[in-house]
């Protein structure tokens, strides 16, 4: 059967480099965690993909895992530490990968050998998994549609430590399952039963776009009801632009980690409005714009707006008004500064460094404080 991740080369390198570079930063980060923490199993990291495909896609570009291996392999710090296991339930797959890896010039290189399972959902490997001594896991999931999916499967993945979660979310088939019958099953485990009974009702009638952003909500909404406090989607459209194909999921407890994903999501996004990213890939953002829907797109005035709204009579550092609303919006670090740089210079805000020092003009540093008049009317 086709895979899910089939899709046509632009977008499975798209795929395949947000998943690369947040496990290069991820591994790092886990690693200088576990030397600091004095947490045990200092000496191992885990990449693990529940339904991992074949070797490589339709269009002949490599698969994430052995990109995922590859970049391990040139890196000792990681090579050392990695523990890599890969499951798909088609055999034909798995054999396909397991022949893959062993070709993978400098995979003698890594201290523990990668598995490759056969199993349905991935269960005997989360089973695996959860028998180890609790390690730092980035978790990968690309099903085939939704069957495999579940709100307790990512909640089990994310107990421990440094686990994060990247999962590709199918919109077309689950657009399409959500009044079908004979998958209610599959959807009610995905969304939780009541949260399911609800969109269900909702949806119905609603236009596309209002359609998709509220099933999105709802997902989102639903992995946090399960203690994920972070959880940050990317869109990729067809080659038309017009409809949605699916959604990457970013899933995490720390906010660090949310981070790093977010910054490189931005990068990958084709199109961003006053330094604002869109969180989405397009082709069809590579052909000539129309001007009139980007002249009346202003984010970066609506979150000057918003930031004196939400701190209105408050006085806190950049890195603190960042941290407190950045999350479940499209910004990123530097709009902040750059929209508390520009209500200084509008005169509606004012702003000091700690120590009293002279700032560097036309910056915002992580330190320095902004004071937000009191709300007025």
Request: aromatic share 10%; hydrophobic share 35%; proline share 5%.
């Amino acid at each position: 059967m086709e895979q899910f991740c089939d899709e046509y080369k632009e977008q499975s390198l798209v795929k395949a480099t947000i998943v690369a570079r947040y496990f290069d930063t991820w591994a790092r980060s886990a690693i200088a965690g576990q030397k600091y923490s004095g947490r045990r199993n200092k000496n191992r990291i885990a990449y693990v993909d529940l339904f991992a495909g074949p070797s490589r896609h339709t269009d002949g570009t490599l698969a994430t895992p052995l990109k995922i291996l590859g970049n391990a392999i040139r890196k000792p710090v990681i090579r050392n530490r990695l523990v890599a296991l890969f499951n798909d339930k088609d055999e034909d797959n798995a054999s396909s990968l397991e022949k893959a890896i062993a070709a993978l010039p400098g995979i003698e290189k890594l201290k523990y050998r990668p598995r490759v399972e056969s199993n349905d959902a991935g269960q005997e490997i989360i089973r695996h998994f959860e028998e180890m001594s609790p390690i730092p896991a980035l978790f990968v999931i690309d099903p085939w549609g939704y069957k495999g999916l579940s709100l307790q499967l990512v909640d089990s993945l994310l107990k421990n430590w440094g686990c994060d979660c990247i999962f590709f979310f199918n919109y077309n088939q689950i657009n399409m399952g959500l009044g079908n019958p004979k998958v209610r099953e599959y959807l009610d485990t995905l969304f939780g039963e009541e949260r399911a009974k609800k969109l269900r009702a909702c949806v119905d009638g609603l236009p596309s776009q209002k359609r998709e952003l509220l099933i999105i909500e709802e997902l989102c909404q639903a992995l946090k009801s399960y203690g994920c406090r972070y959880t940050l989607p990317f869109r990729f459209k067809d080659e038309l632009g017009r409809q949605t194909s699916h959604h990457l999921i970013f899933v995490s407890r720390n906010f660090h980690a949310y981070e790093i994903m977010k910054d490189i999501m931005a990068r990958e996004s084709t199109s961003e409005e006053q330094g604002v990213p869109s969180f989405e890939y397009s082709p069809a953002d590579f052909l000539p714009r129309q001007s009139l829907l980007f002249l009346l797109s202003r984010p970066l005035e609506n979150l000057q707006k918003m930031l004196l709204q939400e701190f209105a009579g408050q006085t806190l550092p950049m890195h603190r008004i960042y941290r407190r609303h950045s999350v479940d919006t499209p910004f990123i670090k530097t709009n902040y500064k750059e929209a508390l740089l520009a209500l200084e210079q509008k005169g509606h805000i004012s702003a000091i460094k700690p120590d009293g020092q002279n700032r560097r003009p036309g910056t915002f540093a992580d330190h320095v404080i902004a004071v937000f008049p009191a709300a007025t009317g």
